[in-house]
């Protein structure tokens, strides 16, 4: 009988109505999303850590048989420099028929190509002597 009553009291305890949390007690500031009859969208998220996210997609014809989604956007981050210091981080995008196309300070940049130069020579070249043979 004892353990009953005892069982009974942990129901009770348990099923008391609890403390009800916001998404800011989590964390979430703005939250939105939206999408269009004709299939175009939009949806975004921003949180106290700080980072966000924003994005908009739209459909897109690309030839004749070829259709497909289209979207740009932003999205930002904290993340330490080589100091320690947080910084913060934004990178603009465009996904679409030539690829996913990142831009940032915080991206590294390609060294510039140290044999183009000489590779743009050679080519020279070589399209003289394609020329000379053709003729």
């Given at each position: 009988?004892?353990?009953?009553?005892?069982?009974?009291?942990?129901?009770?305890?348990?099923?008391?109505?609890?403390?009800?949390?916001?998404?800011?007690?989590?964390?979430?500031?703005?939250?939105?999303?939206?999408?269009?009859?004709?299939?175009?969208?939009?949806?975004?998220?921003?949180?106290?850590?700080?980072?966000?996210q924003d994005v908009a997609g739209q459909v897109k014809q690309?030839?004749?048989?070829?259709?497909?989604?289209?979207?740009?956007?932003?999205?930002?981050?904290?993340?330490?420099?080589?100091?320690?210091?947080?910084?913060?981080?934004?990178?603009?995008?465009?996904?679409d028929e030539n690829g996913f196309q990142a831009q940032s300070?915080?991206?590294?940049?390609?060294?510039?190509?140290p044999n183009a130069e000489a590779q743009a020579a050679a080519?020279?070249?070589?399209?003289?002597?394609?020329?000379?043979?053709?003729?």
């Open positions: 009988m004892k353990y009953l009553v005892l069982a009974a009291l942990l129901a009770v305890a348990a099923g008391r109505p609890q403390e009800l949390k916001t998404p800011e007690d989590y964390g979430l500031l703005r939250s939105s999303s939206v999408t269009n009859e004709d299939g175009s969208f939009q949806y975004g998220y921003e949180t106290s850590d700080p980072s966000s690309f030839d004749e048989e070829k259709v497909g989604t289209v979207q740009q956007g932003s999205y930002t981050f904290t993340a330490q420099d080589e100091n320690g210091n947080d910084v913060q981080v934004r990178v603009d995008w465009v996904a300070d915080a991206l590294p940049q390609a060294p510039a190509d080519l020279a070249k070589f399209s003289q002597i394609e020329a000379e043979k053709n003729q």
